[in-house]
């Protein structure tokens, strides 16, 4: 089973709508932690935002914002007023503190913000 | 600039053909991991390192094998190559192993193109 679902393969918004990021995880442990990526056209992966288990309290930074609920297990990634430049695939990923070594990532979402 | 330093970051190779990918992580990082993206593909968890030491493995297969130097420094050998090995792998590292919760950071990546 996938420890961390995106079901969003593909999304589409003209530049300045407002987009929202699923992200959906399981995992048995009590302590764990949360990431998204950005993978920009160019290619490289981009850390955006961390979050334990612990601490539920949505995040903002700039017109990015996250909102960690885990009685839905989901940790959602939201831009508000989309630019071009937000054009790229977006990951989601997991770590475990009891069981595990790696980290779990999602399929990633495609965006692309049509100018 | 992530700290992570992959070189090549561009490589087109023969099949059967083995090539060496290198790793530098970032500064004080223990441990080491490799994915690789295929196109159009997600992240595939090959292998991980802390300090030395192979911690966890993911789909590798038998012809690729890696290993971490005592300078910390990481190398991917990726051997008898096949069309379907062109991807674009990405080293990341973290000061502690994935349970500990730090953010993993990649390195821009080598683009590894079989013909």
């Known amino acids: 089973a996938q420890k961390v679902t995106q079901a969003q393969t593909e999304i589409s918004v003209v530049e300045k709508?407002?987009?929202t990021l699923d992200c959906v995880y399981?995992?048995?442990?009590?302590?764990?932690?949360?990431?998204?990526?950005?993978q920009p056209p160019s290619g490289e992966l981009v850390f955006l935002i961390r979050r334990n288990s612990f601490d539920e309290q949505n995040e903002i930074s700039g017109r990015y914002s996250w909102n960690f609920q885990k009685s839905t297990s989901s940790f959602n990634f939201t831009i508000t007023a989309s630019q071009v430049v937000d054009s790229a695939v977006y990951f989601c990923a997991l770590s475990e503190?009891?069981?595990?070594?790696?980290?779990?990532f999602g399929t990633g979402t495609s965006l692309t913000v049509i100018p | 600039d992530s700290g992570v330093t992959q070189t090549p970051k561009h490589l087109i190779t023969a099949t059967g053909q083995r090539v060496t990918l290198r790793c530098s992580p970032r500064s004080g990082d223990l441990s080491v991991y490799w994915y690789q993206q295929s196109l159009d593909q997600g992240l595939q968890f090959l292998i991980q390192y802390?300090?030395?030491?192979?911690r966890?493995?993911?789909?590798?297969l038998e012809r690729f094998s890696a290993q971490q130097f005592p300078d910390l420094h990481s190398e991917l050998n990726l051997s008898s190559l096949e069309l379907g090995d062109s991807a674009l792998y990405f080293c990341a590292s973290s000061p502690q192993p994935a349970r500990?919760?730090?953010?993993?950071?990649f390195g821009e990546g080598s683009w590894l193109t079989v013909v």
């Open chain 2, 100 to 105: 500990m919760g730090n953010t993993i950071y």
């Open chain 2, 56 to 60: 966890a493995k993911g789909n590798i």
């Open chain 1, 97 to 104: 503190a009891n069981t595990g070594n790696q980290f779990y």
């Open chain 1, 26 to 38: 399981e995992t048995r442990d009590t302590t764990y932690y949360l990431f998204w990526y950005k």
């Open chain 1, 17 to 19: 709508e407002d987009v």
């Open chain 2, 50 to 54: 802390y300090n030395g030491e192979e």
